[in-house]
Nanobody, 122 residues
Framework: QVQLVESGGGLVQAGGSLRLSCAASGRTFSSYAMGWFRQAPGKEREFVAAISWSGGSTYYADSVKGRFTISRDNAKNTVYLQMNSLKPEDTAVYYC???????????????WGQGTQVTVSS
């Protein structure tokens, strides 16, 4: 089992920045690939970014490429999502997730956090 707790969400104006954190506990964090997903009201949960267990490989959705950065600190059992140049369409609940194999769809991930709300005002 892996327990995940997100933090860092909030209300920000368009063009602003936020950094989300996801703290993990339980089984060995460094053995899992980690991902960030988001879900806006009335929409399906969508892939945002993912990072390999070592941090050596990262992947992004086209909609966030160049604006968001995923990183991890295995010594702190934490994964981060730095979000810059935020847009109103980035408004959603953001979830972190852990997977034994890197993937881009929710079904690829075994463990989920409870989510943190990000709201970007225009």
């Amino acid at each position: 089992q892996v327990q995940l707790v997100e933090s860092g969400g909030g209300l920000v104006q368009a063009g602003g920045s936020l950094r989300l954190s996801c703290a993990a506990s339980g089984r060995t964090f460094s053995s899992y690939a980690m991902g960030w997903f988001r879900q806006a009201p009335g929409k399906e949960r969508e892939f945002v970014a993912a990072i390999s267990w070592s941090g050596g490989s990262t992947y992004y959705a086209d909609s966030v490429k160049g604006r968001f950065t995923i990183s991890r600190d295995n010594a702190k059992n934490t994964v981060y999502l730095q979000m810059n140049s935020l847009k109103p369409e980035d408004t959603a609940v953001y979830y972190c997730a852990a997977s034994e194999g890197l993937g881009y769809t929710p079904v690829s991930y075994d463990y989920w956090g409870q989510g943190t709300q990000v709201t970007v005002s225009s």
